[in-house]
C-alpha cells in the first residue's frame, strides 16, 4: 500500500517551509481541481511558519471576482498595512508599491509568510497588481503561497505564476492530483486504524471524484460504531444523503432543519456574512436558525475570530445550491435581500424575484447610477446582466440597451456579443443601429457592418440624437478605414464626416438621451480624423508634405481636453513622427499620450497603440532597461486592449528586448509576435518582427541569419515601415564580404535616406565607413566613422556604441592604438550602461585584442572577480550551462547569466568555452 497523501502533503509543506527559510522566500504556487486539499496545505504551512508571527492567510470570495481592488484591499487588511482603503481611482502601481512596502523589509533571518487561498476568484484588477509585486517581492524575505483551482491560459494570473515559477529552481509549482485508489486506502488506514479493499477504495472514488475534501467528508459520515467493527465489515458505508452526485452534503444531510438552513443562507449568500445577518435572515423567514450547530458539523467555518461565517467549501455551497427548490432559493435571497445592502442586496433582490416589478425597476436605476458614479463598472454589468434575465417588454430592451452603450463607451463591445440577436431585435432607431454595427466590427463581419454604417450616415438627422450618433459613427468609419489593408481616408468619407459634426451638437445638455452624452465631441473626431489622413501620407512616403502639417496637427491635438479622443488623436502622429525619423518627437507624443491614460475613465480606441509607441521609441533611442520596464508591465495588460495586434507587438518587443539584453526566453514571445502577418490590416511597426530577427542574428554573429530573415519574400509586404532591417542586411553583407551586393545597397539606402528608408537602427555614414574600410580607402573610412560616431551621439546609445566598437577595431588596424582604446572603452562602457549584454562579449574581446594584454595580465585580472564569479568560473572550466550552474549555486538562471557576463567580461573573453584556456592553471 502506497504511504498516506496526508501525510505526504504534511512532509512537502515541511520542506517547503525549510526552503522558503533557506532561500529568504519563494513563490509556492499550488495548483487543482476544487477539494484537493490545497487549503489544508496552506494552513499546514501557515502552522509550520506561525512562530514567527508574520503569517497572513487570505481567501479570495467568489462574490468579489468582479469588484475591483476587492482582493488586494483583503490584502492590505489581513495586517500588512495599517490602512486597507483603496480609492476607486487608484492605479495598478500606486496599490503595488503600498503592497510592496507594507511586504518588504523582514529583519534578517525572518521570513513573512503570505498564503493566498481560491486565487482563481481574485479579482481582475487585484490580479494585475500581484502580477507586478510577486516578482518583486519573492525573493526578499517573503514567502508566497498561492493556491489555485485552475493555472489557465497564460495571460491569467494562474498562468503567468505557473511560467514564473518553471523558469527558477527556488520557485515551485505543487500540483495536487485526484487520489487514486490505493492513495484512499492509505488514508483509510491512516484515518480509521484498519485498511479497506480495493473495491471500496474504487467506490469511495467514483463517489468523491478523487477529491481529497471529497473523501473526508465522506470518511465523516462514518459513525464511531462502523469506525469500530471496520475491521470486520468488507465495506465502508458511503452515506450519499440522497445526492450520490455530491459527497460534500454528508454533514449537512444530517442537521436539523435549523442547522440546514444555517447552511443553505450561507450557501445562497456565496459569501462570508455575520452570525447577525444569519439571525436576521431567519427572523425574516420565520424560522429557527443555527449557526453553532453547522460549524460544529463542519458543513460552515468560522473566520475573523467569529466574525463571519461561510461554507466550509465553495463546492459545499455549490452542492446546497443544486438541491434547494427555485423558490426555496428565491425565499432565501429575498430574505437576505432586506437585511444587506448595496451590491449584495440588490443582487439577492434578483434572484429572489421571479418577475420584473416598478419598485425593483426603481432600485436597479438608482444602483446602476450610484456604481457609475463611483466607477464601479464590473458590479454594473452583473446588475444588468441580472436584471435582463428577469425583465420583460420595453423595461428589458431599455436595459439591454443600457447594458450594450456602457460596453460600446468602454470598448469592452466584445462582452455583450452574445445579446447580438436582442440588440438586433430591438425597435428600430439609431442608437440600435449604432450597436449592431459596432458589434460586426467586434465580430470582424466587415462587410456587412459598412453596409448599415453607409445606411445610417446617409439618413436624415431628425433629433439631436441621431445627429450625435451619426457624429460618432463617422468616427467609427474612420476606424474601419485604418483597419483595412489601404488605410487612407477617402476624400468622400472625410468630406461626409465632416458634415456630419457640424451637424451634430457640441454640449451634451442639447440632448435628451443623456446617455449619449459620452459620444459628444465633433470637435475631437475631426482631430482624430485629421491625424488618421496623415497616415496616408507617410504610407506613400511622402514625407516633406508630412513635415509640413505635423508640427501643425502636434500643437492642435496637444490642445484638445485631456480625453480618450485626444489620445487617440495623438496616436497617428507618433506613428507619422516616427515615419519621418524623428523618433524622439514620436517619444514626447507618445508619452503625452500615456500620460493622459492615466488620468482618463474611459480607455481609447489605441489604448495599446499609445503604450506600445512609448515602448517602442524608448527602445529606438537606445533607452533599453527602461523600454523593459513598461513593456513587462503593458504586456500583462495587452489582453485587455481593443487594438488587439499590440498583444503581438508588445510580444515582439519584449523579444527584442531579451536579444539585446542577451536574455533567454525571446523565442516563445518572437512566435507569438509572428501572428502580425496573419492580420487583415496595416500596424503601427508591422516589421518589427523583421527587426528583431535581425538582431537576434547579429548579436549571434549569425550574417547568414540576417539575410534570410530580410529576402525580398520576407519583407516585401511590409508597408508602414522605416525598412531598418536594411540596415542589418547591409551590415551582414559586409561582414560576409559581399562587398559588390553591400556597395549596391548602400547606395540604394543612400538615395532612400529620409523617406522609404529611415537611420533608426544605424547611420549611413556607419555602413559607408564600413564598406570603405573593406575596400581598402582608410581615409575615407576614418572620415566616415568620425562622421558616424558624431551622428549616432544623437540616435541611440546602441547604436552609438556598436559604431564605436568597429572605429575601435578599424583604428587598431591602421596602429592607433591609443585611440582603439579610448573608443572600445566607451563603447563597452555605453553596453554596460544599457545592460546590452549581448554585445559585451564581443566588444570586451576587441578592447582586449586592442590593448594587447598578455597572459600575466589576464590572471591579475583573475584577482578582479568576486568569490561568487569564481565559482562560476569553475563551472565554466567544467561546461556547465547557466541552468546548471543555477542550481548548483542555488541561484536563479538570470543571476547565474549576470555574473557569467561579468567573468567573460572582467576576464576579456567572448566566448564561455575560452575560460578554461585562460584559467588552465586552475583558481
Same mark, same amino acid.
Given at each position: 500500500?502506497?504511504?498516506?497523501?496526508?501525510?505526504?502533503?504534511?512532509?512537502?509543506?515541511?520542506?517547503?517551509?525549510?526552503?522558503?527559510?533557506?532561500?529568504?522566500?519563494?513563490?509556492?504556487?499550488?495548483?487543482?481541481?476544487?477539494?484537493?486539499?490545497?487549503?489544508?496545505?496552506?494552513?499546514?504551512?501557515?502552522?509550520?511558519?506561525?512562530?514567527?508571527?508574520?503569517?497572513?492567510?487570505?481567501?479570495?470570495?467568489?462574490?468579489?471576482?468582479?469588484?475591483?481592488?476587492?482582493?488586494?484591499?483583503?490584502?492590505?487588511? *489581513?495586517?500588512?498595512?495599517?490602512?486597507?482603503?483603496?480609492?476607486?481611482?487608484?492605479?495598478? !502601481?500606486?496599490?503595488?508599491?503600498?503592497?510592496?512596502?507594507?511586504?518588504?523589509?523582514?529583519?534578517?533571518?525572518?521570513?513573512?509568510?503570505?498564503?493566498?487561498?481560491?486565487?482563481?476568484?481574485?479579482?481582475?484588477?487585484?490580479?494585475?497588481?500581484?502580477?507586478?509585486?510577486?516578482?518583486?517581492?519573492?525573493?526578499?524575505?517573503?514567502?508566497?503561497?498561492?493556491?489555485?483551482?485552475?493555472?489557465?491560459?497564460?495571460? %491569467?494570473?494562474?498562468?503567468?505564476?505557473? =511560467? &514564473?515559477?518553471?523558469?527558477? #529552481?527556488?520557485?515551485?509549482?505543487?500540483?495536487?492530483?485526484?487520489?487514486?485508489?490505493?492513495?484512499?486506502?492509505?488514508?483509510?488506514?491512516?484515518?480509521?486504524?484498519?485498511?479497506?479493499?480495493?473495491?471500496?477504495?474504487? @467506490?469511495?472514488?467514483?463517489?468523491?471524484?478523487?477529491?481529497?475534501?471529497?473523501?473526508?467528508?465522506?470518511?465523516?459520515?462514518?459513525?464511531?460504531?462502523?469506525?469500530?467493527?471496520?475491521?470486520?465489515?468488507?465495506?465502508?458505508?458511503?452515506?450519499?444523503?440522497?445526492?450520490?452526485?455530491?459527497?460534500?452534503?454528508?454533514?449537512?444531510? %444530517?442537521?436539523?432543519?435549523?442547522?440546514?438552513?444555517?447552511?443553505?443562507?450561507?450557501?445562497?449568500?456565496?459569501?462570508?456574512?455575520?452570525?447577525?445577518?444569519? #439571525?436576521?435572515?431567519?427572523?425574516?423567514?420565520? =424560522?429557527?436558525?443555527?449557526?453553532? =450547530?453547522?460549524?460544529?458539523?463542519?458543513?460552515? #467555518?468560522?473566520?475573523?475570530?467569529?466574525?463571519?461565517?461561510?461554507?466550509?467549501?465553495?463546492?459545499?455551497?455549490?452542492?446546497?445550491?443544486?438541491? @434547494? *427548490?427555485?423558490?426555496?432559493?428565491?425565499?432565501?435571497?429575498?430574505?437576505?435581500?432586506?437585511?444587506?445592502?448595496? &451590491?449584495?442586496?440588490?443582487?439577492?433582490?434578483?434572484?429572489?424575484?421571479?418577475?420584473?416589478? +416598478?419598485?425593483?425597476?426603481?432600485?436597479?436605476?438608482?444602483?446602476?447610477?450610484?456604481?457609475?458614479?463611483?466607477?464601479?463598472?464590473?458590479?454594473?454589468?452583473?446588475?444588468?446582466?441580472?436584471?435582463?434575465?428577469?425583465?420583460?417588454?420595453?423595461?428589458?430592451?431599455?436595459?439591454?440597451?443600457?447594458?450594450?452603450?456602457?460596453?460600446?463607451?468602454?470598448?469592452?463591445?466584445?462582452?455583450?456579443?452574445?445579446?447580438?440577436?436582442?440588440?438586433?431585435?430591438?425597435?428600430?432607431?439609431?442608437?440600435?443601429?449604432?450597436?449592431?454595427?459596432?458589434?460586426?466590427?467586434?465580430?470582424?463581419?466587415?462587410?456587412?457592418?459598412?453596409?448599415?454604417?453607409?445606411?445610417?450616415?446617409?439618413?436624415?438627422?431628425?433629433?439631436?440624437?441621431?445627429?450625435?450618433?451619426?457624429? /460618432?459613427?463617422?468616427?467609427?468609419?474612420?476606424?474601419?478605414?485604418?483597419?483595412?489593408?489601404?488605410?487612407?481616408?477617402?476624400?468622400?468619407?472625410?468630406?461626409?464626416?465632416?458634415?456630419?459634426?457640424?451637424?451634430?451638437?457640441?454640449?451634451?445638455?442639447?440632448?435628451?438621451?443623456?446617455?449619449?452624452?459620452?459620444?459628444?465631441?465633433?470637435?475631437?473626431?475631426?482631430?482624430?480624423?485629421?491625424? &488618421?489622413?496623415?497616415?496616408?501620407?507617410?504610407?506613400?512616403?511622402?514625407?516633406?508634405?508630412?513635415?509640413?502639417?505635423? +508640427?501643425?496637427?502636434?500643437?492642435?491635438? /496637444?490642445?484638445?481636453?485631456?480625453?480618450?479622443?485626444?489620445?487617440?488623436?495623438?496616436?497617428?502622429?507618433?506613428?507619422?513622427?516616427?515615419?519621418?525619423?524623428?523618433?524622439?518627437?514620436?517619444?514626447?507624443?507618445?508619452?503625452?499620450?500615456?500620460?493622459?491614460?492615466?488620468?482618463?475613465?474611459?480607455?481609447?480606441?489605441?489604448?495599446?497603440?499609445?503604450? /506600445?509607441?512609448?515602448?517602442? #521609441?524608448?527602445?529606438?533611442?537606445?533607452?533599453?532597461?527602461?523600454?523593459?520596464?513598461?513593456?513587462?508591465?503593458?504586456? =500583462?495588460?495587452?489582453?485587455?486592449?481593443?487594438?488587439?495586434?499590440?498583444?503581438?507587438?508588445?510580444?515582439?518587443?519584449?523579444?527584442?528586448?531579451?536579444?539585446?539584453?542577451?536574455?533567454?526566453?525571446?523565442?516563445?514571445?518572437?512566435?507569438?509576435?509572428?501572428?502580425?502577418?496573419?492580420?487583415?490590416?496595416?500596424?503601427?511597426? *508591422?516589421?518589427?518582427?523583421?527587426?528583431?530577427?535581425?538582431?537576434?542574428?547579429?548579436?549571434?554573429?549569425?550574417?547568414?541569419?540576417?539575410?534570410?530573415?530580410?529576402?525580398?519574400?520576407?519583407?516585401?509586404? &511590409?508597408?508602414?515601415?522605416?525598412?531598418?532591417?536594411?540596415?542589418?542586411?547591409?551590415?551582414?553583407?559586409?561582414?560576409?564580404?559581399?562587398?559588390?551586393?553591400?556597395?549596391?545597397?548602400?547606395?540604394? !539606402?543612400?538615395?532612400?535616406?529620409?523617406? %522609404?528608408?529611415?537611420?533608426?537602427?544605424?547611420? !549611413?555614414?556607419?555602413?559607408?565607413?564600413?564598406?570603405?574600410?573593406?575596400?581598402?580607402?582608410?581615409?575615407?573610412?576614418?572620415?566616415?566613422?568620425?562622421?558616424?560616431?558624431?551622428? *549616432?551621439?544623437?540616435?541611440?546609445?546602441?547604436?552609438?556604441?556598436? %559604431?564605436?566598437?568597429?572605429?575601435?577595431?578599424?583604428?587598431?588596424?591602421?596602429?592607433?592604438?591609443?585611440?582603439?582604446?579610448?573608443?572600445?572603452?566607451?563603447?563597452?562602457?555605453?553596453?554596460?550602461?544599457?545592460?546590452?549584454?549581448?554585445?559585451?562579449?564581443?566588444?570586451?574581446?576587441?578592447? @582586449?585584442?586592442?590593448?594587447?594584454?598578455?597572459?600575466?595580465?589576464?590572471?591579475?585580472?583573475?584577482?578582479?572577480?568576486?568569490?561568487?564569479?569564481?565559482?562560476?568560473?569553475?563551472?565554466?572550466?567544467?561546461?556547465?550551462?547557466?541552468?546548471?550552474?543555477?542550481?548548483?549555486?542555488?541561484?536563479?538562471?538570470?543571476?547565474?547569466?549576470?555574473?557569467?557576463?561579468?567573468?567573460?567580461?572582467?576576464?576579456?573573453?567572448?566566448?564561455?568555452?575560452?575560460?578554461?584556456?585562460?584559467?588552465?592553471?586552475?583558481?
Amino acid at each position: 500500500m502506497t504511504d498516506s497523501p496526508a501525510r505526504i502533503r504534511r512532509e512537502r509543506a515541511a520542506e517547503m517551509a525549510a526552503r522558503a527559510v533557506e532561500h529568504s522566500g519563494m513563490l509556492l504556487l499550488v495548483s487543482g481541481a476544487p477539494g484537493m486539499g490545497k487549503t489544508h496545505l496552506l494552513r499546514d504551512l501557515g502552522a509550520r511558519l506561525s512562530e514567527s508571527k508574520r503569517v497572513h492567510y487570505v481567501a479570495a470570495d467568489e462574490f468579489e471576482q468582479t469588484i475591483p481592488y476587492a482582493f488586494a484591499e483583503r490584502l492590505l487588511s *489581513s495586517g500588512i498595512t495599517e490602512d486597507s482603503t483603496i480609492a476607486a481611482s487608484a492605479q495598478t !502601481l500606486e496599490v503595488a508599491r503600498r503592497l510592496i512596502d507594507g511586504l518588504v523589509g523582514a529583519p534578517r533571518g525572518e521570513v513573512r509568510t503570505l498564503l493566498i487561498d481560491d486565487a482563481q476568484w481574485i479579482d481582475h484588477d487585484s490580479a494585475k497588481v500581484l502580477r507586478f509585486v510577486i516578482p518583486r517581492v519573492a525573493r526578499r524575505g517573503v514567502f508566497l503561497t498561492v493556491a489555485t483551482r485552475s493555472i489557465g491560459e497564460r495571460e %491569467t494570473l494562474g498562468g503567468y505564476l505557473q =511560467e &514564473y515559477a518553471g523558469a527558477s #529552481t527556488v520557485h515551485q509549482h505543487v500540483r495536487l492530483e485526484p487520489l487514486t485508489a490505493d492513495d484512499i486506502r492509505a488514508l483509510a488506514l491512516e484515518r480509521f486504524g484498519a485498511g479497506i479493499s480495493q473495491r471500496t477504495a474504487r @467506490m469511495l472514488r467514483e463517489a468523491s471524484g478523487g477529491s481529497f475534501l471529497g473523501i473526508e467528508a465522506l470518511f465523516t459520515g462514518v459513525t464511531q460504531s462502523e469506525i469500530r467493527d471496520l475491521h470486520l465489515t468488507w465495506n465502508l458505508p458511503i452515506r450519499r444523503a440522497s445526492l450520490p452526485e455530491s459527497p460534500f452534503l454528508a454533514g449537512f444531510a %444530517t442537521l436539523s432543519p435549523a442547522g440546514r438552513l444555517a447552511v443553505e443562507v450561507a450557501s445562497v449568500a456565496s459569501h462570508e456574512i455575520s452570525p447577525r445577518v444569519l #439571525t436576521l435572515v431567519g427572523e425574516e423567514l420565520g =424560522e429557527p436558525i443555527d449557526a453553532d =450547530e453547522a460549524i460544529a458539523a463542519g458543513a460552515l #467555518t468560522e473566520s475573523g475570530f467569529g466574525t463571519t461565517v461561510a461554507t466550509a467549501h465553495a463546492l459545499v455551497a455549490s452542492a446546497v445550491r443544486d438541491v @434547494m *427548490s427555485a423558490e426555496r432559493a428565491r425565499r432565501v435571497n429575498r430574505a437576505l435581500a432586506e437585511v444587506t445592502d448595496g &451590491y449584495a442586496s440588490i443582487t439577492h433582490a434578483l434572484r429572489g424575484s421571479n418577475e420584473w416589478s +416598478p419598485d425593483l425597476e426603481r432600485r436597479v436605476d438608482e444602483y446602476v447610477r450610484s456604481t457609475l458614479a463611483q466607477g464601479h463598472l464590473d458590479a454594473t454589468y452583473e446588475i444588468l446582466r441580472a436584471s435582463i434575465a428577469i425583465a420583460t417588454g420595453a423595461a428589458r430592451e431599455r436595459l439591454i440597451t443600457d447594458l450594450g452603450l456602457l460596453n460600446l463607451r468602454h470598448k469592452t463591445g466584445f462582452a455583450v456579443l452574445d445579446l447580438f440577436d436582442d440588440i438586433a431585435a430591438l425597435p428600430p432607431s439609431a442608437v440600435r443601429d449604432c450597436l449592431v454595427i459596432v458589434l460586426l466590427m467586434y465580430r470582424f463581419e466587415q462587410e456587412a457592418a459598412q453596409a448599415k454604417l453607409q445606411e445610417l450616415l446617409m439618413r436624415p438627422a431628425e433629433d439631436p440624437e441621431t445627429a450625435t450618433v451619426q457624429a /460618432f459613427l463617422g468616427f467609427i468609419a474612420m476606424i474601419m478605414v485604418m483597419r483595412s489593408p489601404d488605410p487612407a481616408i477617402p476624400t468622400e468619407l472625410a468630406a461626409l464626416c465632416r458634415g456630419l459634426w457640424a451637424n451634430a451638437p457640441e454640449d451634451p445638455s442639447a440632448l435628451s438621451d443623456q446617455r449619449l452624452a459620452w459620444m459628444v465631441g465633433p470637435r475631437a473626431y475631426e482631430a482624430v480624423m485629421d491625424g &488618421y489622413g496623415i497616415v496616408a501620407l507617410h504610407l506613400d512616403y511622402r514625407n516633406s508634405e508630412v513635415e509640413q502639417v505635423l +508640427p501643425t496637427l502636434v500643437e492642435r491635438a /496637444f490642445a484638445l481636453p485631456d480625453t480618450d479622443l485626444k489620445i487617440d488623436a495623438l496616436v497617428p502622429l507618433a506613428g507619422a513622427a516616427v515615419a519621418i525619423g524623428d523618433v524622439r518627437l514620436a517619444h514626447t507624443i507618445a508619452e503625452t499620450g500615456v500620460g493622459i491614460l492615466e488620468k482618463v475613465t474611459t480607455p481609447p480606441w489605441a489604448s495599446g497603440s499609445i503604450r /506600445f509607441m512609448r515602448a517602442h #521609441t524608448l527602445m529606438l533611442l537606445g533607452r533599453v532597461p527602461e523600454a523593459a520596464t513598461i513593456t513587462d508591465l503593458a504586456r =500583462e495588460l495587452s489582453y485587455d486592449f481593443i487594438d488587439v495586434e499590440t498583444r503581438m507587438t508588445f510580444a515582439a518587443l519584449h523579444a527584442w528586448i531579451q536579444v539585446v539584453m542577451g536574455r533567454d526566453g525571446g523565442a516563445a514571445p518572437l512566435e507569438e509576435a509572428r501572428r502580425l502577418g496573419e492580420l487583415g490590416w496595416e500596424v503601427y511597426a *508591422s516589421d518589427i518582427v523583421t527587426v528583431v530577427e535581425c538582431e537576434a542574428a547579429r548579436a549571434a554573429g549569425d550574417a547568414h541569419g540576417v539575410l534570410a530573415a530580410t529576402s525580398e519574400d520576407r519583407v516585401s509586404r &511590409y508597408r508602414n515601415t522605416q525598412r531598418g532591417f536594411l540596415t542589418y542586411r547591409a551590415h551582414a553583407l559586409i561582414d560576409l564580404g559581399r562587398t559588390d551586393e553591400a556597395a549596391e545597397l548602400v547606395d540604394r !539606402l543612400a538615395e532612400q535616406r529620409g523617406t %522609404t528608408w529611415q537611420e533608426t537602427t544605424g547611420t !549611413l555614414a556607419w555602413l559607408q565607413a564600413r564598406l570603405a574600410e573593406a575596400r581598402s580607402d582608410a581615409d575615407v573610412a576614418d572620415r566616415l566613422y568620425r562622421e558616424a560616431a558624431e551622428q *549616432s551621439e544623437e540616435l541611440s546609445p546602441l547604436v552609438l556604441a556598436l %559604431t564605436l566598437a568597429d572605429l575601435g577595431e578599424f583604428r587598431h588596424a591602421q596602429g592607433d592604438h591609443a585611440a582603439a582604446e579610448d573608443a572600445l572603452r566607451r563603447a563597452v562602457g555605453l553596453l554596460e550602461a544599457i545592460e546590452a549584454h549581448a554585445y559585451l562579449p564581443s566588444a570586451s574581446d576587441r578592447l @582586449m585584442r586592442v590593448t594587447d594584454r598578455d597572459r600575466r595580465e589576464r590572471e591579475r585580472l583573475i584577482e578582479a572577480l568576486t568569490a561568487r564569479e569564481r565559482e562560476v568560473a569553475r563551472h565554466l572550466i567544467e561546461g556547465s550551462s547557466n541552468a546548471q550552474i543555477a542550481e548548483t549555486l542555488f541561484i536563479s538562471q538570470a543571476t547565474a547569466r549576470f555574473h557569467v557576463s561579468n567573468v567573460l567580461r572582467k576576464l576579456g573573453l567572448a566566448r564561455r568555452a575560452e575560460v578554461a584556456s585562460v584559467l588552465s592553471d586552475g583558481l
